[in-house]
């Protein structure tokens, strides 16, 4: 073990009624890293969080904390917490109440809550709400004060899961700034489960993409979204794969452009188009029936649906042959 590592987990395996839903997820994470999982909806996140949190038991495999087995010990004493989409605080004791709740548990002295409490409220810009109740609150506050709660305690590693989820976009950017800064202020290390692309690759210190159960691929974000290792890892990123003459390729829409006369091209029919801040948005069906997406500039209306077009790519990244593509990459 490293003197940075915190959290080990090893071939952690789980299933719903015989079905595999996590199958021998193997990650680390340092001592105040913040460590972004992301994944489409049923992939398993939630899942992994709540075998590391132990609120429910794996088929195989452990999770290991600075060392210790982690195996058997219940949720409450394996100094985890854990923050999910929707606050789960009291609804009828006060904010200061709610956050004053892990350390009172622990047994600490009344003086030591006092301003453990005091810190957090501070920390989480809750002061002037410490005596409202959580019905009280908007969606943002209620959401810093379960992270409030969830810190108090003094856990070394916090799981979130999507804890933006029901928050409104603008609301969204500045909960993202906010909890950045109070897991670095506390050096907290936190698994950040988000179906978000773009939320995961701007917060995590690293990534890690969860498919179908299996951990694909870990890594900076740069380098997950500049080299992502195989085709399904690329389409969650939200590349069009195509299939260039040295295999295939994944290419960011915006470097998918119509053909001009005299250009080589792939054939393919226009099936919608809209609009989108970056230009007018087309989404084209190839021969071989992948959908791909394409950005045209600003100025440019597109043909209609319906129509046939010349599809070329400017620039892409080559994807690994078939031979290595079942390998889980880490790097
Ligand atoms: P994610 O968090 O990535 O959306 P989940 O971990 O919630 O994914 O779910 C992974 C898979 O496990 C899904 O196929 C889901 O249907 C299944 N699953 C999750 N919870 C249960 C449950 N309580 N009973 C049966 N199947 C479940």
């Known amino acids: 073990m490293s003197a940075s590592e915190l959290l080990r987990i090893r071939d952690l395996s789980s299933a719903w009624a015989g079905v595999p839903v996590l199958r021998h997820v193997s990650l680390e994470v340092a001592e105040g890293e913040f460590l972004a999982l992301m994944g489409p909806n049923g992939s398993g996140k939630t899942t992994l969080l709540r075998l590391i949190a132990g609120l429910d038991e794996p088929t195989g495999g452990s999770v290991e904390l600075r060392g210790r087995d982690l195996v058997g010990v219940p949720a409450h004493r394996r100094g985890i917490g854990m923050l999910f989409q929707d606050a789960q605080l009291f609804p009828e004791r006060s904010v200061w109440e709610n956050v004053a709740y892990g350390p009172q548990i622990q047994r600490r002295p009344a003086a030591e809550v006092e301003s453990l409490v005091t810190e957090m409220l501070e920390l989480l810009r809750l002061r002037s709400l410490a005596d409202r109740r959580p019905e009280e609150l908007s969606g943002g506050e209620r959401q810093r004060a379960a992270l409030a709660r969830t810190l108090a305690p003094g856990p070394s ?39 978000d692309r773009d939320e995961g690759l701007f917060l995590g210190d690293r990534v890690a993409v969860l498919l179908d159960g299996e951990l694909r691929q870990t890594g900076s974000p740069a380098d997950v979204f500049e080299h992502p290792i195989d085709e399904r890892v690329a389409r969650f990123l939200g590349y069009n794969i195509v299939p260039a003459p040295a295999g295939p390729m994944a290419v960011d829409p915006s470097e998918l452009t119509l053909a001009r006369s005299g250009e080589p091209g792939v054939s393919a029919a226009v099936v919608a188009r809209g609009w989108s801040p970056q230009g007018t948005g087309l989404l084209v069906r190839a021969a071989d029936g992948s959908v791909w997406e394409v950005v045209l500039p600003k100025d440019e209306v597109g043909p209609p649906v319906g129509s046939t077009v010349q599809i070329r790519w400017q620039r892409g990244v080559p994807l690994a042959t078939s031979l290595d593509r079942d390998r889980p990459h880490m790097e």
Do not use: C, G, W, Y
């Open 157 to 195: 590693v916090v799981l979130l899961d999507e804890p933006f989820a029901s928050v409104d976009a603008e609301l969204r950017r500045e909960m993202r700034a906010e909890f950045r800064r109070v897991l670095s202020a506390r050096r907290t290390a936190a698994i950040f489960v988000t179906h």
